[in-house]
């Protein structure tokens, strides 16, 4: 059996975010969103900066930092085109650090530049 991608498509990784991590651009804003969660998940810190905007980008995510993240559980909320080449994704990312169970709940901002979509940022609805 196929082992299932930890973004929660239900998808085999191999046919989900595997191929965005090797190179392949995501089709779309909300594939690019679950392949960073993965990504977060299997601590990809090169991946994350390089879809990251280089507007925003940080230098660094410490990923290999203690203590680490475990990631629980992602769901997409809404994932919605605000412009031919920009995108707002809605999620929740459930997550335990040190024992402590955490929620990200964020409507994050993509943009698509060459044919390749990258994250900008995010704020955090009430």
Known sequence: MPHPCSCGS???YADCCGPCHAGTPAATAEALMRSRYSAYVLALEAYLLATWHPSTRPV???LQETPQ???LGLQVKRHEPTGPDSARVEFVAR??????AHRLHELSRFLRENGRWYYVDGEFPV
Do not use: E, F, N, Q
């Open 60 to 62: 660094s995510l410490k």
């Open 10 to 12: 239900g998808r085999p």
């Open 95 to 100: 997550y335990k650090v040190g024992g402590r």
């Open 69 to 71: 993240a475990k990631w």
